[in-house]
């Protein structure tokens, strides 16, 4: 069951969290997974909060989680966000601040047979090697590349220590859950739910009609046929998503191309008829505009028809 009801937590970007701060947003609905174990706390520390409206892109940019195809290794560097304490007397909080520079100490089984946190650690999280305080919990560990890694559970009284859920193990989960949460948004669910990786070379959105490869997120605008728009780079391990075959010879290389029923229409061009002469141009299909313009123009001929019937 869910541990908290959604009026229980305060979601915001503000810097600052103080008594005074206003609510931006409220949670709809809490949603945590199924525990793999006996601990409802330990190893299945991590929820998806769902908004009772959506959060404007002008407001905040989504980070995608790192999942299981890119396993996370010790030693790797991460920084860690919150707004926690600054020390372990729990001073200071409520500021977000970030951390840069931190270490990833062990990884999920490794951790278990370490012993690490007095054996207080289980295959579904990973530790760091500090940098978290009281107050940080449910922050992200962003690797380099501006994924996120962990989320924060608990760490050490000193603030030397952290443990945190790892994304990577709840792939499956995120993936429905996120789904899930766009469906009742109204949005498109973003593209890492689609595929097995979010390396940003392989999860940028594609489809959008381009004319130069600066269109496109992904820096790849593939001409076919007499269609362009943004593809991104695949592989085996990397699939396309649902309507786009990974192709291996595309000027591009190996990208994602889109199958017939997916395809762009095609922008319809027009060319001005000549200026004199009775030569035909096909000038495609008439907009509403155009064709209103040109039932005008006959009622009007009608009625000058009309006119010069009338006895004077």
């Known amino acids: 069951d869910t ?17 005074g701060t206003l609510l931006e947003f409220f949670v709809d609905e809490v949603v945590v997974p199924t525990p793999p174990g006996p601990s ?4 299945n520390d991590i929820a998806v909060l769902i908004l009772a409206g959506n959060v404007p892109e002008s407001t905040a940019t989504p980070m995608a989680p790192r999942l299981d195809d890119d396993p996370l290794l010790p030693t790797e560097v ?11 007397a729990g001073n200071d909080a409520g500021t977000r601040r970030r951390r840069d520079g931190l270490v990833v100490s062990c990884v999920s089984d490794a951790c278990v047979e370490q012993g690490v946190f007095m054996g207080q650690i289980t295959p579904t999280e990973w530790a760091g090697n500090g940098g978290v305080c009281q107050g940080d919990s449910g922050g992200p560990a962003i690797d380099d590349e501006g994924r996120v890694i962990g989320v924060t559970s608990r760490g050490s009284q000193d603030c030397e220590a952290s443990i945190y859920a790892y994304t990577a193990t709840w792939t499956t989960w995120l993936k ?3 789904v899930y949460a766009s469906g009742a948004g109204l949005y498109d669910a973003p593209a890492w739910t689609e595929g097995s990786t979010v390396d940003p070379e ?3 959105p594609i489809g959008d009609p381009c004319a130069v490869d600066e269109d496109c997120p992904s820096g790849k605008c593939l001409v076919d046929g007499d269609v362009r728009y943004c593809t991104r780079a695949c592989a085996d391990e990397h699939p396309c998503p649902e309507d786009y075959l990974c192709q291996q010879s595309t000027p591009l290389g190996p990208a994602c191309v889109s199958t017939p029923a997916a395809k762009p229409t095609p922008t319809p061009t027009y060319s001005r008829p000549p200026k004199d002469g009775c030569s035909v141009t096909n000038l495609g299909t008439p907009s509403r505009m155009g064709l209103a313009v040109w039932l005008a123009a006959i009622a009007l001929g009608l009625g000058a028809r009309r006119s010069r019937r009338e006895p004077r």
Do not use: R
């Open 40 to 43: 409802t706390f330990c190893g």
């Open 3 to 19: 541990p908290y009801p959604p009026n229980a937590f305060f979601v915001t970007t503000a810097d600052d969290v103080t008594p």
């Open 202 to 204: 392989h999860s940028m």
């Open 176 to 178: 429905d859950t996120v």
């Open 78 to 88: 991460y920084s860690a966000v919150g707004y926690g304490a600054v020390d372990g």
